[in-house]
């Protein structure tokens, strides 16, 4: 069973950066499409796609965070890291990651996520 770990979320001013790692057990990173997803509190919208990262090492990102976000990942450690810069209050969420089969999340059991808050 696929299980997510994330961490590293936390609260900082606008223009601050974070580092979220996602920790995979249950399948490896190296050939699995893993993506990264968030949701605002609160707010009724539905999970959304911020970033994706291949088999191939193909990267996509969500519109509103291309040239702020970068996707890595590390095989030997098994986790996808999100790299998080020019935070803005529209980024505060609980961020997620996942499988991705073409970029929707695959697997029915999130992770408890990691609380992202930004305040101007």
């Known amino acids: 069973q696929v299980q997510f770990v994330e961490s590293g979320g936390g609260l900082v001013h606008t223009g601050g950066s974070l580092r979220l790692s996602c920790a995979v057990s249950?399948?490896?990173?190296?050939?699995?499409?893993i993506a990264w997803y968030r949701q605002a509190q609160g707010s009724g919208k539905p999970r959304e796609l911020v970033a994706g990262i291949s088999v191939s090492g193909r990267l996509t990102y969500g519109d509103s965070v291309k040239g702020r976000f970068t996707i890595s990942r590390d095989n030997a450690k098994n986790t996808v890291y999100l790299q998080m810069n020019s935070l803005t209050p529209e980024d505060t969420a609980v961020y997620y990651c996942n499988i991705g089969i073409q970029w929707v999340a695959s697997q029915t059991t999130w992770g408890q996520g990691t609380q992202v808050t930004v305040v101007s």
């Open positions: 249950g399948r490896s990173v190296n050939y699995n499409a």
